[in-house]
Structure formats: C-alpha cells, structure tokens
C-alpha cells in the first residue's frame, strides 16, 4: 500500500512559480511511477506531467511543456513538479498518482496509476 500526500499549492500571480511535492509512505516508492493529474472546476482530470521509476524518462502534456518539470527523489520518496510561467488556465487542483506503468503511452492515462493523493489546490491570478 502507498499513500500520496501532496503540498506546495497557494495562490501565485500570472507568470509566478510554485514547486508542489508528493510525498510517499512505503518502501516500494522507487518502483512505480509518478503522474501528476489536475482537475479545474467543471472540467474532468487531465494529465500534466509523469515520471517513470527510474526516472529515465518523462512526459508532458502539451499545455504545459517546456513550463513544468518533474523530477523524484527516490531516496526521499518523493516527487516534484517545478511549474514556471503559470497561467490562470493552470488553476486546479493538483493530484500526484503512481501506479505500476511502463508503457509511454500509459504515462498520461489516470486509470493506470493505482494510487492517489488528496490533492493541493492552484490558484492563478490575472
């Protein structure tokens, strides 16, 4: 079993920056992958960023590439996701996942991750 408990949310202005963290209980962190999903009110879950465990490989969704960056540390157990040059469409709230996807393709599908985070709430102001 693995609990997800994430952090650094708050409210930035446009163009700020914000690190949120994704802190994880178990010993088998290293083993699965990091997703990062978020979901605006009214809007269903999308996919933002994923990481695979060994940390070789990354995807992003087009909304925010070359904006976002996540990056884990296995021996802390936990995962990042650095958002630069935030927009108000960012705003949402946040979830980590991780789960057992080896597939690139599977990185940005919610259902593949096993497990979830509570959520941290992303504010962007204009």
């Known amino acids: 079993q693995v609990q997800l408990v994430e952090s650094g949310g708050g409210l930035v202005q446009a163009g700020g920056s914000l690190r949120l963290s994704c802190a994880a209980s178990?010993?088998?962190?290293?083993?699965?992958?990091k997703g990062w999903f978020r979901q605006a009110p009214g809007k269903d879950r999308e996919f933002v960023a994923a990481?695979?465990?060994?940390?070789?490989?990354?995807r992003y969704a087009d909304s925010v590439k070359g904006r976002f960056t996540i990056s884990r540390d296995n021996a802390k157990n936990t995962v990042y996701l650095q958002m630069n040059s935030l927009k108000p469409d960012d705003t949402a709230v946040y979830y980590c996942?991780?789960?057992?996807?080896?597939?690139?393709?599977?990185?940005?599908?919610?259902?593949?991750?096993?497990?979830w985070g509570q959520g941290t709430q992303v504010a962007v102001s204009s």
């Open positions: 996942a991780a789960g057992y996807v080896f597939l690139y393709n599977d990185l940005a599908v919610a259902p593949r991750y096993e497990f």
């Open positions: 178990g010993r088998t962190f290293s083993t699965y992958a």
């Open positions: 990481i695979t465990s060994s940390g070789g490989t990354t």
